[in-house]
């Protein structure tokens, strides 16, 4: 399995544009979570799927984020507008519950995100 | 609500040198408890887990055991190496249906040759 897919790796936008990030989660996993990570804050949930649907959306900052996951095999975290407060390193991570088994999640290798 | 705390880094040690960072918790239920590495540039990778009580983890050389007693998940490894420098995270999940990860604010580990 070629693990979680995070594209791109690193972006660099001007302040006021739109991003938008992508990730393919690993095939039969049910559950998708997207994190950011600061060194000021350290790894934030921003938000999590399961079975494509939003289940807490609790941790967006605010309305210029939004995440969509259209089907099992695609999740976008977009942006709009952008601000310089919001550079930082995304993650992806997917997850699948076998019976009583759990083996936590899979991340993405992130995208670097530089608002100017 | 659910939180971990791990001691502050910067942790720096030498070639050969014992390691532990410390993990403790709060939680509701009985939680499962996990320890993630994070390698420069990359995301973060599974490194050992324990689900109940008294179950010691265990992965490339680095152990950890679940003491519901103490609450705690200390990471501990008896000779480190250049290449576990990496950034170290404590996590845990909750008991029943919850899936969500609550992690600690990571320790960065630097070991000098």
């Known amino acids: 399995d070629a693990g979680v897919i995070q594209s791109p790796r690193h972006e660099v936008t001007e302040m006021g544009q739109e991003v938008t990030l992508r990730c393919k989660p690993i095939s039969g996993h049910d559950y998708l979570f997207w994190y950011r990570q600061t060194m000021m804050r350290g790894l934030e949930l921003l938000i999590y799927f399961n079975n494509n649907v939003p289940i807490d959306d609790s941790g967006m900052p605010e309305d210029r984020f939004s995440a969509k996951m259209p089907n099992a095999s695609f999740s976008t975290l977009k942006i709009q507008p952008s601000e310089p407060r919001d550079s930082a390193v995304y993650f992806c991570?997917?997850?699948?519950?076998?019976?009583?088994?759990?083996?936590?999640?899979?991340f993405g290798s992130g995208t670097r995100l530089t608002v100017v | 609500g659910d939180s971990v705390t791990q001691m502050e880094g910067p942790v720096t040690l030498s070639e050969e040198a014992f390691l532990t960072i410390n993990c403790t918790y709060t939680a509701t239920g009985y939680p499962s408890l996990f320890w993630y590495v994070q390698y420069p540039g990359e995301g973060l990778q599974l490194l050992l887990k324990?689900?109940?009580?008294?179950d010691k983890g265990s992965n490339k050389g680095f152990e950890a055991t679940y003491r519901k007693e103490t609450t705690s998940f200390h990471l501990e490894k008896g000779s480190v190496q250049v290449s576990d420098s990496a950034v170290y995270f404590c996590a845990l999940v909750s008991g029943g249906s919850n899936y969500k990860l609550t992690f600690g604010k990571g320790t960065l580990l630097t070991v000098n040759p």
């Open positions: 991570a997917s997850s699948s519950k076998a019976g009583s088994r759990w083996d936590g999640y899979t």
């Open positions: 324990a689900t109940k009580a008294d």
